[in-house]
């Protein structure tokens, strides 16, 4: 049986043979290839371009987007690489590794005084980093060196060294936190809130200049009141100092320390960062756990002032995103849809001070304290204090404030228990003079021990456990300000205990969690938090992955006591949905009721739906959100039974504006790093990073926002859901930014029609065999096959694109201004008009 071969189908599989030569030249070992051309499908074998592919690894003589790989476990992102002829005029090309990208390896101190370079000074002499080598692999677009680990700075997994991270672009940003409700109180009217925090921003170099907001209105119909607060919390800048692994921020900040209490100021303040350092020298973040015994709104604030809301739905919760910046108490507002309230208070900052040998951590500030108006209220003060790791696991730190009027010195001793965890000891002393309640100056001391550890054979991890005593005269900073200044009574401190632990039990495949504070004061009543939580998972019959959990928690605060117990069990039902049955308890009350929860449209939206019953009658209602591109949306109802209905939405999002571009898009923490993703003017390409992925605009941009400071983030195009009219040529970057950054990346994406087409020259000859087709954007359209067939992508109407062979660029097709109906034509001809030199 004869087979027939179209010349379409012939030009598809001459062009992917030659697309595999890059393959096959690169497997070879000899220093140059004769290819034997008479197996290619080509009438004329005396015209082929192959030149660049005679050599091992050869690469023409240009700019290429290049991906640099450093043994094999560091990758740089793709950015544009030269390739120069060698300096002794051999023939072949090397790639020019400048000063710039050198900078990006992260080699040691010292290292970079012994370089040599090539090409008028430009390009590194890879010889001169004595053991290592160099390797260029055009087929997969990429440098791989290989350097000896001693050149090298440490590097984790995840984790770069400050030659790698990136300040970003210059641009200006908008976050927001919204949370609205309505609630309808039968026979007591209806009541609106509306409750939110944002950060206002502009980034310029280093340099992040920020202003945060907070928004707090409330409607009662019944009561026909009206009460609105809108305050800018914070007006500050910082910057990295990467040689100091130091944070520097100006302007209103509150004091960070591991030793005193915090308070509010205007002035300065360097500090060692701990986001600077690598995960595993990092530091804790505050977490922030409880029951919500309906649909609630979540407040968290600081010395009177909000700086974290959220929306959580009936059951447990907990939250973990509060920036690890954040120090010392934090009130807790809980407020339920039946309009009672749980507070309680988190204390954040008792984590045992532990340095590495060798090493220095330290915060310096300066200022005057100031009061809700942003006026200072208060003596200039300045404060330092730090932690030095001695050796042999020692560390000892201390620190003082100094403001005249209040005064306050501390010091301490920690040691590194390795398999026995860390503890440590410190004392501070206060004095404190000029108060109006009292004549005689007040001195006190405040003595501490602290404990934290991981037993990993255990499957046991104390984040922290301490006690504190204090005397009755000792005062922190924040309390001789209430007391001098506000004329507030002293409700000083007296005894402080805390512990946070985690438990798994993995045999029965059981997890307990359990957090306790219980505070004493001199001349106030004690408050008790008691926070507990078991889980477990397991399998009934056919049913894999049944959990059954318990949480329980006891306060008492300023005299009112609030204890609750949820218990649930959720059941996997049909692809990704879950059955919940769950039983609470609190304030007297039990209820029970039934959900459904289950996402929808690829994980990127949530809901649940649940019915249930108590001694004040039935109740049901729902939540869902969604992660939009331009927002986090979520809304939620309730309703109970003869007592109350109601409804509330939730917004999370934000604006990015540079000179590269703009974009609306959601956000994970107000005022953080983002990157903006550029794919030039194509729309609807998804990108995404380590969330739900987001798609490019109307001017292909897009700001992808879950990603973190100082840590090795990857962004990538997902190839399979690409508009059938775009082709990426590369899908993947990674970037390293500062604290509040705005990063940048740029993706080559080609937009628009493939179309088979015929290449004759103005003889009506045809291109040579593997001669290729760019675009103006200089992006590689089609490769040439026989008789000048070529399959071109990224078509659009009156396109130019040019055509090379021998090294240079020998004449350009233009596309029809009407552009072009491949199921008319079955080849679309494209005269190539020789390019024009030069005038004389």
Not at 256 to 274: C, H, K, P, V, W
Not at 602 to 611: D, I, K, M
Request: proline share 3%.
């Amino acid at each position: 049986m004869d087979i027939v071969v179209t010349k379409h189908k012939r030009a598809v599989l001459s062009l992917l043979i030659c697309l595999a030569l890059g393959n096959v030249i690169t497997a070879a070992h000899s220093e140059e290839t004769n290819f034997n051309v008479d197996f290619l499908d080509a009438n004329d074998r005396t015209r082929i371009d192959l030149n660049k592919f005679s050599k091992e690894n050869y690469v023409v003589p240009g700019q290429y987007v290049m991906v640099i790989k450093i043994n094999e476990n560091i990758t740089l992102s793709e950015q544009n690489i030269d390739f120069f002829a060698p300096d002794n005029n051999t023939d072949g090309s090397s790639p020019c590794l400048t000063h710039d990208i050198v900078a990006q390896f992260g080699l040691r101190e010292g290292v970079s005084d012994k370089l040599t370079w090539w090409h008028k000074g430009q390009c590194l002499d890879v010889t001169s980093l004595k053991d290592s080598k160099l390797e260029s692999t055009f087929n997969h677009s990429s440098i791989i060196l290989s350097i000896p680990q001693a050149y090298l700075e440490y590097t984790s997994k995840n984790w770069d060294p400050p030659s790698r991270w990136d300040n970003g672009i210059a641009g200006v940003l908008l976050d927001y936190n919204i949370n609205a409700d309505t609630t309808d109180n039968r026979g007591r009217g209806q009541t609106q809130t509306v409750s939110g925090v944002g950060t206002v921003g502009a980034n310029m170099g280093p340099w992040r200049l920020r202003a945060d907001w907070s928004e707090q209105y409330s409607h009662t119909t019944g009561k026909a009141e009206s009460r609105q607060q809108f305050e800018w919390n914070r007006y500050y800048m910082y910057r990295a100092i990467a040689s100091l692994k130091a944070k520097l921020t100006l302007g209103d900040d509150y004091l960070q320390s591991n030793i005193f209490d915090s308070f509010q100021y205007a002035g300065a303040s360097l500090a060692t960062d701990d986001d600077m350092l690598p995960p595993n020298l990092r530091g804790y973040s505050p977490e922030i756990s409880g029951i919500a015994r309906t649909n609630a709104k979540v407040t968290v604030s600081q010395l009177g002032r909000v700086i974290y809301t959220t929306q959580v739905a009936p059951g447990p919760f907990s939250i973990q995103d509060i920036s690890q910046t954040v120090t010392g108490v934090l009130d807790v507002k809980v407020q339920e849809s039946d309009g009672s309230v749980q507070q309680f208070q988190v204390n954040t900052s008792n984590v045992p001070y532990l340095t590495r040998p060798g090493t220095v951590r330290y915060k310096l500030a300066l200022g005057k304290p100031t009061d809700y108006q942003h006026k200072t209220q208060g003596p200039t003060f300045t404060s330092g204090e730090f932690s030095w790791g001695v050796a042999n696991g020692w560390s000892l730190y201390g620190g003082a404030i100094l403001a005249g009027a209040y005064n306050a010195l501390s010091a301490g001793i920690g040691r590194d228990l390795l398999s026995l965890g860390a503890l440590s000891l410190d004392v501070t002393q206060s004095l404190a003079r000029d108060l109006p309640q009292t004549e005689k100056n007040l001195t006190g001391g405040s003595y501490r021990i602290s404990y934290s550890k991981n037993f990993d054979q255990y499957d046991t991890q104390v984040t922290f456990a301490g006690y504190r005593f204090s005397q009755r005269n000792f005062m922190s900073m924040s309390d001789y300000l209430s007391a001098r200044y506000a004329g507030r009574n002293l409700n000083n401190s007296k005894e402080l205990y805390t512990i946070m632990m985690n438990k798994q039990f993995r045999d029965l495949g059981l997890s307990f969690y359990m957090n306790y504070d219980h505070q004493t004061y001199w001349n106030k009543p004690d408050s008790d938090r008691y926070t507990m939580s078991l889980a477990r998972y397991f399998d009934l019959f056919s049913i894999k992955n049944i959990s059954l959990s318990m949480s329980a928690f006891y306060s008492t605060y300023e005299k009112k006591k609030d204890k609750g117990l949820y218990v649930s069990v959720n059941v996997p039902f049909g692809a990704s949905g879950t059955v919940t049955y769950s039983g609470n308890s609190a304030s007297g009350q039990t209820t029970q009721q039934v959900a459904y929860n289950d996402s929808f449209n690829e994980q990127r939206g949530n809901y649940s739906v649940y019915a249930g019953g108590g001694q004040q009658g039935g109740s049901g209602g729902g939540n869902v959100s969604y992660d939009g591109d331009q927002a986090k949306i979520g809304a939620n109802l309730a309703y109970q039974g003869g007592q109350y209905t109601t409804a509330g939405l939730s917004l999370q999002g934000g604006m990015t504006a540079t000179a590269k571009g703009a974009a609306l898009h959601r956000v994970n923490k107000v005022g953080a790093a983002r990157l903006l993703v550029d794919t030039g003017d194509v729309s609807g390409v998804p990108v995404s990073g380590n969330g739900n992925e987001t798609t490019t605009n109307h001017f292909g941009k897009a700001v992808i926002a879950d990603v973190n400071d100082y840590y090795r983030n990857q962004a990538s195009i997902d190839l399979d859901k690409l508009p059938k009219d775009a082709d990426a040529v590369d899908s993947v970057t990674s970037i390293t930014l500062t604290e509040g950054a705005i990063g940048y990346r740029r993706f080559d994406v080609i937009s628009g029609q493939k179309v088979m087409a015929i290449i004759r020259l103005a003889d009506g000859s045809y291109p040579p065999f593997a001669a290729t087709v760019k675009n103006s954007n200089q992006q590689q359209t089609g490769i040439v096959t026989d008789d000048g067939a070529v399959y071109l992508t990224g078509v659009n109407p009156s396109a130019k694109m040019s055509v090379s062979w021998d090294g240079k660029e020998q004449c350009q097709v233009t596309i029809p201004a009407g552009g072009v109906n491949q199921t008319s034509i079955s080849s679309l001809l494209l005269p190539c008009e020789p390019v024009q030199g030069p005038e004389s």
